[in-house]
């Protein structure tokens, strides 16, 4: 595509925008603005192509600049740009809710709207607590979560997250009675894994052991990503998932599945549950859901924990939350608009079909200086470096600036790589995006 200049700001004007999980000094002193999309590319202002390795942020399943889902909101907002959903409907909203218990889970069939993972996450902490409690088990109000987990970062996520920088200064702020699992990455075991690692099932068995301490009566769900992202892409060792589904059956505890990152297709199926055969009570999405076009969150719940909340006198609110914007009509109209693009292009398994050559792409950089593990599943990588002496992370940041000079977007979390590059992504695409990684970890001391 032919990429016209576009004006960036100048120095001066980048200080007003206080930047989320940014170092602000550093950005701003060195930016990197991204100012066009269309497909797998950026453009930075001043026309330079940058092909994109992370969908966004783990959101553009798609790909960039879709004109369905463009046209879709263009025609929502000039046709009602909000209603009200709080004692008030609009069609679509009905619609979408309808479309996505099509594609959800078996029994995950009502869906409850938000605006972002972080809203999904404390919508399902609010809905496990009301509903235990509707049960006649309201002194079921502890979360288990665990290590590594990200949960986004309202205080119910991140106290039931386990990334320490986005909980310690908040420490005596966070929800109380939560503990955390122990994170299943081990790298001694389990480095250059292709898929799943075999090495780590029996780590779910220390849920009985939180559960022993805590007693079962006292917790409301377990939850985790089925595999995570943010943390740097932590994968689920095989058998795990299903083992922390039998032991939360066996207590009467649900299962939430955090699916912001690993909903819609990112991992060869529509959900990881579906994936990974695995089903939770319930599950929180966001992201790909409007291809990132529009904030949007949805939580799916089984039907029966609806069912136990609806209860009481017929013109008793139920459930004492939402938000302004819970099936907003633009999001819901771009939401319909993606669903329509992944169902025609068939995205949503895409991620199966191209896992093995994905695959084979990163597990190239196994052996290169400096590179202690490479991580896959779906359409999801992650390449792990050896930290430098005293300097945790700087040798990926480097990593990461240098690619981006190069025109390939990764994402850096800790000495972490991480790839997950939109589900339409070509083969010359993916070798593009491995050999600049190779020689730019190459080329870093
Ligand atoms: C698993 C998971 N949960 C929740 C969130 C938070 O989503 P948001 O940034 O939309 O609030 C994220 C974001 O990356 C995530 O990966």
Not at 68 to 86: G, N, R, W
Not at 145 to 152: F, P, S, W
Not at 228 to 235: C, I, N, Q, T
Not at 339 to 344: E, F, S, V, W
């Amino acid at each position: 595509m032919n990429a016209q200049p576009i004006p960036a700001p100048a120095p001066a004007e980048l200080d007003a925008f206080w930047m989320p999980f940014t170092a602000n000094r550093q950005f701003k002193a060195n930016p990197r603005l991204l100012a066009r999309a269309e497909g797998m590319y950026y453009w930075t202002p001043d026309g330079r192509e940058v092909l994109d390795g992370v969908s966004g942020l783990w959101c553009v399943n798609a790909g960039h600049g879709r004109r369905e889902i463009t046209d879709a909101v263009a025609k929502q907002l000039s046709t009602m740009e909000f209603a009200p959903t709080f004692q008030m409907g609009h069609p679509i909203a009905f619609e979408l809710a309808n479309r996505l218990a099509e594609l959800a889970p078996p029994g995950m069939d009502r869906i409850f709207f938000t605006n972002s993972g972080s809203e999904s996450v404390d919508t399902a902490l609010k809905i496990a607590i009301a509903y235990h409690r509707a049960q006649g088990a309201g002194q079921r109000t502890r979360f288990i979560g665990r290590e590594k987990g990200y949960h986004g970062v309202g205080f119910g996520g991140i106290s039931v997250g386990g990334m320490v920088n986005n909980r310690k200064i908040y420490g005596s702020s966070m929800l109380p009675g939560v503990d955390h699992l122990a994170h299943t990455l081990d790298i001694e075991h389990n480095a250059f894994s292709r898929g799943l690692p075999r090495w780590g099932m029996h780590l779910a068995n220390e849920l009985e052991r939180l559960i022993a301490l805590h007693d079962a009566s006292t917790i409301a769900a377990v939850i985790v990503e089925p595999l995570s992202g943010s943390a740097g892409v932590v994968l689920p060792p095989v058998g795990y998932l299903k083992r922390l589904r039998e032991i939360c059956d066996k207590h009467d505890i649900l299962l939430i599945f955090d699916e912001v990152i690993t909903g819609f297709g990112r991992v060869g199926k529509p959900f990881a549950s579906q994936a990974f055969d695995v089903t939770p009570d319930l599950m929180t999405t966001a992201k790909g859901l409007t291809n990132g076009a529009i904030p949007m969150g949805a939580v799916f719940s089984q039907r029966k924990i609806y069912d136990a909340l609806m209860q009481g006198p017929e013109n008793a609110i139920e459930l004492f939350h939402g938000y302004t914007y819970s099936a907003h009509p633009v999001a819901c109209a771009a939401a319909l608009a993606t669903l329509d693009i992944y169902a025609k292009e068939g995205l949503l398994t895409r991620a199966a079909a191209l896992g093995p050559q994905w695959e084979d792409a990163v597990h190239s950089l196994r052996g290169i200086p400096h590179v202690i593990d490479v991580r896959n599943y779906g359409l999801i990588g992650a390449v792990e470096l050896e930290p430098r002496a005293g300097k945790p992370g700087a040798r990926a940041y480097d990593v990461f600036v240098k690619c981006f000079e190069r025109g390939v977007m990764v994402r850096q979390t800790g000495d972490v790589i991480a790839m997950s590059p939109p589900l339409i992504i070509e083969t010359a695409q993916m070798t593009r995006i491995v050999e600049t990684l190779a020689e730019v970890i190459r080329e870093t001391a």
